[in-house]
């Protein structure tokens, strides 16, 4: 069954008359076309009944058809209204849909209001939990790009330690990275980080023109996309011998990440995997320096449903691909994180990035 007609059977079993895909990387999801259409409209409009059609910038159209989409493509031009399109291309269906299934977490209140407008009897729903629901099991397909992307991510973290030396700054050794991964005709899945020294103490930090220098902690966070898929890896390795307090803070992070991943089965809620890796963390004396979650879920998208928390019921399922990334933040001391990418197995888990663990000295 497509992804499409799995909508449909949604629509029907729910007497909802029409849903509307906006968000890029659901709208891929759905269609299997990928575009960036930075303020343009693009959607996919999926209906009860009636044939759905994919609605893109009008110089889109021939990328569209080309990526599969098997149904029509509308396209708007920028001297048109987008939106007022869209209302032609459904009302040309002969439907007047009372039930929109919309994603209320992305749909800009402007285009929301431009349908309530062209269909003023028309009530909106939430489709962003099916949409969840449909992405968070992947399938073996998707499970082989994520693998993929994975291996890459792990190529990448091995040319930032070989580009590791005294006096190159962050952002040279950021520019190796990303450089190497184009040279495999792939891109990053989101802004590298290259943080040394007190910098690696930041969760979030910024590469900049510091140089490294002996003695310093180096935490590389980054991902890349194969074929439409995301990785997402951190390792933090040392240059030159490490203090006795940095090795402690890297042993417990370590502990964390393997304790939380070796719990990881269908079955097992979110938040016990969190709270795995946190008491480990507290457990040492570290607690209050591990500040975010333990991980997210991870496919299309870098960042995607489900959130890996303390508060989060949800039980895991065979087929869910999310990240696993404890860490401790101590600014006088270092910045320590170290993340995988695992996916639930029938009775266990499989461990994507691959990339060693243990402390590096370089």
Avoid at 231 to 242: C, K, L, M, Q
């Amino acid at each position: 069954m497509s992804k499409v007609e799995e909508i449909q059977n949604y629509l029907q079993q729910h007497q909802i008359d029409a849903a509307f895909v906006t968000t890029p990387d659901n709208v891929f999801y759905v269609s299997g076309f990928k575009s960036d259409p930075h303020e343009r409209l693009l959607g996919v409009m999926i209906f009860k009944e009636a044939e759905p059609f994919l609605i893109c910038p009008k110089m889109e159209i021939p990328d569209a058809k080309d990526a599969g989409w098997p149904y029509d493509v509308i396209g708007h031009q920028d001297t048109e209204n987008s939106m007022e399109v869209l209302a032609q291309a459904i009302k040309a269906r002969n439907v007047n849909p009372q039930t929109f299934a919309i994603e209320k977490a992305q749909l800009i209140v402007e285009r929301l209001e431009a349908l309530q407008q062209s269909f003023p009897q028309a009530s909106f729903v939430r489709l962003d939990e099916k949409i969840n629901a449909m992405r968070v099991i992947k399938d073996e397909t998707e499970l082989e790009k994520l693998r993929k992307a994975a291996e890459l991510a792990d190529y990448a973290i091995e040319i930032g330690c070989k580009e590791i030396a005294e006096g190159k700054t962050e952002m040279e050794i950021l520019t190796a990275i990303e450089s190497a991964i184009k040279d495999k005709g792939c891109k990053m899945s989101f802004e590298t980080m290259v943080l040394s020294g007190p910098k690696t103490a930041s969760p979030h930090g910024k590469p900049g023109a510091r140089k490294i220098e002996k003695g310093d902690m180096i935490l590389f966070d980054l991902g890349v996309i194969y074929d439409g898929y995301c990785s997402d890896i951190t390792r933090t390795v040392a240059f030159g011998e490490p203090s006795e307090a940095q090795k402690e803070i890297y042993n417990t992070v370590l502990s964390a990440n393997m304790n939380a991943i070796a719990a990881v089965k269908p079955g097992v809620r979110a938040m016990d995997l969190d709270i795995i890796a946190r008491d480990t963390i507290s457990n040492a004396g570290y607690g209050e320096y591990f500040t975010h979650r333990l991980g997210h879920g991870l496919g299309i998208s870098v960042h995607e449903f489900p959130s890996v928390t303390g508060a989060n019921e949800m039980t895991m399922e065979e087929g869910m691909v999310f990240t696993i990334e404890p860490g401790i933040y101590k600014s006088d001391v270092t910045g320590v994180r170290i993340e995988d990418d695992v996916v639930v197995t029938k009775d266990g888990v499989e461990v994507l990035t691959k990339f060693p663990k243990d402390l590096i000295v370089l």
